[in-house]
Nanobody, 124 residues
């Protein structure tokens, strides 16, 4: 059974930092692209970051503040969140998908496995 389990969310003040983790099981981790998405109340789920074949991609809104990384030996992907803003408040989801998705890597359809999400709340 393929499973992704996120952790590390919480409440933090603006300007603070958090590190999210996503532990994967039941899949060949190194053969999957890993992504992070987020969904704020009343909004659609949006792309945050992706790491695939050693290359990282970021949404413009988080570029320079967030860093995605992975440890294939631990089957875990991380998202370091720095300089957090209240608008970063959302449920953050981990996702896994095929290594190559062309220009569609920001789209939900490029991922076939999702975690349950972890809440990040940034107070002003």
């Amino acid at each position: 059974q393929v499973q992704l389990v996120e952790s590390g969310g919480g409440l933090v003040q603006a300007g603070g930092s958090l590190r999210l983790s996503c532990a994967a099981s039941g899949l060949t981790f190194s053969r999957n692209a890993m992504g992070w998405f987020r969904q704020a109340p009343g909004k659609e789920r949006e792309f945050v970051a992706r790491i695939s074949a050693g290359v990282a991609y970021y949404a413009d809104s988080v570029k320079g503040r967030f860093t995605i990384s992975r440890d294939n030996a631990k089957n875990t992907v991380y998202l370091q969140l720095n300089s957090l803003k209240p608008e970063d408040t959302a449920v953050y989801y981990c996702a896994a998908g095929p290594l190559y998705s062309g220009s569609y890597y920001t789209q939900l359809r490029s991922y076939n496995t999702w975690g349950q999400g972890t809440q990040v709340t940034v107070s002003s």
